[in-house]
């Protein structure tokens, strides 16, 4: 058997870090006759994000072997003996090695650790956050021996703090603990830990390394969004569930392995991650939720442990992988292409240039024009009602998300300037009562499908959105309008001349198609329930929205329709 030398190959050929493609090609192309079984270790480890780490680690706690032949024997179920020894090789190449200092640091840590016990804020076994006057220090920071949870916020936008070091009996750390803490560049999280709240690490830009503590069951929403220098995360077969946009913006991960127990990828979990080249998917995987790879382009491998039928009785919602490079779906039993891997579900954004799927599209495809109702636009009293054009959003088996392609009235959010979600305000009743009864005949209102609409919490303002509601007609929220269009100039929207009269406020400045363009209402609340989020007149979204009962708002309704009925 040859020996393969991989310090020499990285030495001549660096991009093999990255690249597991080459790697595999150069392997086999200067070692002809080494055994194939340890060539496809080697590449599932620089695949998986073990190299990474092993790059960008400087935490001993981080070499452990034992921890990586782990996720090899879960993930791959490679020979534990031949595993080790491929370990061993990629570590030799790399030369990790633990320096004094590092060492020196280790040592001293328990000495460390209860150091600043006087710098933070305590309520019972809780610690609640960093004095105000210890928030612009530089450098280290050890949380005290006997802390059992890490409040909310605790840490948040100390941008300073390089490290941080958290003892055994820490079990929960809170919502947005460490979010923006730009200068953080290592974390050491216990094995006891068991939850990780939202958004803990979100715009963490200098983390490159973390991995997640055993028990931990879920990683939740946005936990990781922006970490833009982030290539390695070590994820444990405990967690069930990756979040919604849990991975949004990682712009520099390029390979991530999901444990075998994951069931969930939620809306968003990978989008704009644009350097994610490989992806493991085990079986255990039951849904992936919509836009979960949304602007994946450099996505070529996704390595799921199942087999094709498997794969495609996967629920994978709307746009899941739009404008997502052309991958390849490598299962157990051979491989799909892209469009092969989407089942029949019409997925493919319009404009994608990977869209060669239209022999599965029905009569209508995403990005077109429908036509579907009537309702008052030219404002003309002596002639009927004009036919309503849609934009059509998305298609999902037999049902087709439609827009109205213009602002088609002017009305305020909620009458009254109170508290209101989508669920309790009045705009919401007044499409699902007069609009619906107005714009649609008895025929066309079975062919509307009642939908459950969840209103997404406002991502900068954290404003509660209220409950689920059930819906013939409804408003899109802020996820869904950064879902569906690409740009701001798509989201312009022109006002029907009956929408002008009724009050409709405009910016002669912005236009679409020569013609001035309208702010429009979404239904996720705005900085307060005081406040609904709006589409301004240039496309970008309002996060702080208008007061709900602002009167100059246009209303573009949405609706889910069936082609079948």
């Not at 409040?151 to 070091?165: Q, V, Y």
Request: proline share 3%; glycine share 6%.
């Amino acid at each position: 058997m040859e020996q393969i030398d991989l310090k020499h190959l990285i030495e001549q050929h660096p991009e093999v870090l990255t690249d597991h493609t080459k790697l595999k090609a150069y392997i086999l192309d200067l070692y002809p006759n080494c055994k194939r079984g340890m060539v496809n270790i080697l590449v599932a480890i620089q695949q998986c994000g073990i190299v990474a780490e092993m790059q960008a680690s400087k935490n001993p706690a981080a070499l452990d072997m034992s921890r990586w032949k782990k996720v090899l024997d879960d993930n791959y179920a490679f020979d534990a003996a031949t595993a080790e020894t491929c370990l061993q090789m990629w570590s030799s190449a790399i030369e990790i090695q633990e320096t004094n200092q590092e060492k020196n640091i280790a040592s001293a840590v328990p000495e460390l650790q209860n150091s600043q016990r006087d710098w933070f804020e305590y309520g019972g076994n809780t610690l609640l956050k960093l004095k105000e006057k210890y928030r612009a220090y530089e450098g280290a920071i050890y949380i005290p021996d006997g802390v059992e949870d890490i409040f909310d916020l605790a840490f948040s936008g100390c941008d300073n703090i390089t490290s941080i070091a958290i003892p055994n009996s820490v079990t929960r750390i809170g919502r947005c603990v460490f979010s923006e803490c730009s200068n953080l560049t290592s974390i050491t999280m216990p094995h006891s830990m068991t939850h990780i709240g939202v958004r803990a690490f979100k715009e963490c830009s200098s983390l490159k390394s973390i991995t997640i503590p055993d028990g931990v069951m879920s990683i939740g929403e946005k936990t990781f969004e922006l970490c833009r220098n982030l290539t390695s995360i070590t994820i444990p077969n405990s967690v069930t569930d990756i979040g919604d946009e849990a991975f949004r913006s990682c712009i520099r991960l390029a390979g991530i392995a999901l444990p075998s127990g994951v069931t969930n990828i939620g809306a968003g979990a990978f989008k704009h991650c644009k350097k994610l080249m490989n992806i493991t998917i085990p079986s255990s995987v039951t849904d992936i939720g919509w836009s979960a790879f949304l602007n994946c382009e450099s996505l070529k491998e996704i390595l799921y442990t199942g087999d094709m039928r498997l794969w495609k009785a996967i629920r994978k919602d709307v746009n899941w992988n739009g404008y997502s490079g052309s991958y390849i779906v490598h299962c157990t039993d051979g491989d799909m292409s892209k469009n092969e891997s989407v089942q029949n579900e019409d997925t493919v954004l319009p404009g994608d240039p990977n869209n060669n799927s239209q022999s599965k599209q029905q009569s209508i495809d995403i990005g077109d024009t429908y036509t579907f109702g009537t309702y008052k636009q030219d404002n003309d009293t002596t002639n009927s009602k004009e036919a309503i054009k849609w934009i059509v959003l998305a298609k999902e088996g037999s049902k087709t998300l439609l827009l109205s392609e213009k602002g088609l009235d002017c009305k305020p959010y909620n009458t009254t300037n109170t508290d209101v979600t989508w669920e309790t305000c009045s705009l919401r009743k007044w499409m699902n009562s007069t609009f619906l009864n107005v714009a649609f005949n008895t025929e066309e209102q079975k062919r509307i499908v009642d939908t459950p609409i969840r209103t997404d919490e406002n991502s900068f303002y954290l404003t509660d959105p209220g409950n689920i509601t059930m819906d013939k007609v409804f408003l899109l929220s802020i996820t869904e309008v950064n879902n569906y269009f690409r740009s701001g100039e798509a989201t312009k929207c022109i006002p029907t001349t009956y929408a002008i009269v009724n009050g409709v406020r405009m910016n002669h400045h912005c236009t679409k198609n020569g013609a001035a363009t309208c702010w429009w209402w979404l239904r996720s609340p705005g900085k307060s329930q005081h406040y609904a989020a709006d589409v301004c007149a240039d496309g970008s979204v309002s996060y702080f929205g208008n007061s709900v009962d602002n009167k100059n708002d246009c209303v573009r309704p949405a609706l889910w329709i069936n082609l079948d009925s």
